[in-house]
């Protein structure tokens, strides 16, 4: 197997720390990994998980497609429109982390639909049904029979729930 090839990352990582004027032990804190975890993959030593990535980009406040890319865990050239999708919709500061998600599902069943292939999962995404609870179809139809919080939707009123 080929090197791991991580040192841009780990380049990158640091740079993006300076220019946060964190320390590694600020960071490793922030992203809730430790120091000398943190310290080899800046060094380029360890290839860290998507779960990981994504929790040093939340602590930088950085896209964690950036780092997706930059760790070969996304192609730049092939997936380069999908990332910088998902890189929006992940930095509007508008949503919560719960929307983004149902978002970029929603986004990604328009890909399949379309004949696209599919990219590769965003950390957080492993939870498989985790935007079926929404009350609208990917259209932004209500629909009916989706259980909210108030036990009824938009075109259906009330209704009765068992229990």
């Known amino acids: 197997m080929a090197s791991?090839?991580?040192g841009n990352l780990g380049e990158y990582l640091?740079?993006?720390?300076?220019?946060?004027?964190?320390?590694?032990r600020q960071l490793a804190d922030a992203a809730?990994?430790?120091?000398?975890?943190?310290?080899?993959?800046?060094?380029?030593?360890?290839?860290?998980?998507?779960?990981v990535l994504q929790q040093v980009a939340k602590a930088l406040r950085i896209s964690a497609e950036t780092l997706y890319v930059r760790a070969g865990i996304l192609d730049a050239e092939r997936?380069?429109?999908?990332?910088e999708t998902r890189a929006v919709i992940l930095a509007d500061p508008s949503l919560n982390e719960r929307q983004k998600q149902v978002l970029l599902q929603i986004y990604?069943?328009?890909?399949?639909?379309?004949?696209?292939?599919?990219?590769?999962?965003?950390?957080?995404?492993?939870?498989?049904?985790a935007g079926r609870?929404?009350?609208?179809?990917?259209?932004?139809?209500?629909?009916r029979g989706t259980g909210t919080a108030g036990g009824h939707d938009?075109?259906?009123?009330p209704r009765r729930t068992a229990g």
Do not use: C, H, M, W
């Open 79 to 83: 997936d380069r429109d999908e990332v």
């Open 133 to 143: 609870d929404a009350d609208t179809d990917t259209d932004g139809t209500a629909v």
């Open 14 to 24: 640091r740079e993006q720390r300076r220019n946060a004027q964190l320390s590694l």
């Open 154 to 157: 938009a075109a259906a009123g």
């Open 32 to 51: 809730g990994v430790s120091n000398p975890y943190l310290s080899q993959i800046e060094r380029g030593l360890r290839k860290p998980s998507a779960e």
């Open 108 to 129: 990604e069943s328009f890909r399949k639909e379309n004949g696209f292939g599919v990219g590769e999962p965003v950390a957080g995404e492993e939870a498989e049904g």
């Open 4 to 6: 791991l090839n991580v």
